[in-house]
């Protein structure tokens, strides 16, 4: 079973900043995109940033510019810094992996904005 291990979710006032981080296998993260998504209550859940290994990174629109993702390979870790959270940022943030027809997720974690 495939495990991917976030963290770094928490409670955040408005403007403020977090760094969630996620760590894979090395077999899954060497060879697989990986990406963020999130998920508001009542909300279906959504692509936030996703890097793949050799093509662009993709941005959500409304986080162009406000998070970066990164992916470490040594550490078989990917980050998504989150700056001027916002409430609307209140979500569960889920690690994804996928290559293909293959995909895995984290356990998500809650980054909840607010003052």
């Known amino acids: 079973q495939v495990q991917l291990v976030e963290s770094g979710g928490g409670l955040v006032q408005p403007e403020g900043s977090l760094i969630l981080s996620c760590t894979a296998p090395g077999d899954i993260f060497s060879r697989y995109t990986m990406g963020w998504y999130r998920q508001a209550p009542g909300s279906q859940r959504e692509l936030v940033a996703d890097?793949?290994?050799?093509?662009?990174?993709n941005y959500e629109d409304s986080v162009k510019g406000r998070f970066t993702i990164s992916r470490d390979n040594a550490k078989n870790t990917v980050y998504l810094r989150m700056n001027s959270l916002k409430p609307d940022h209140t979500a569960v943030y889920y690690c994804?992996?996928?290559?293909?027809?293959?995909?895995?997720w984290g356990q998500g974690t809650q980054v909840t904005v607010s003052s």
């Open positions: 890097i793949p290994i050799y093509l662009p990174i």
């Open positions: 994804n992996a996928r290559r293909g027809e293959f995909a895995y």
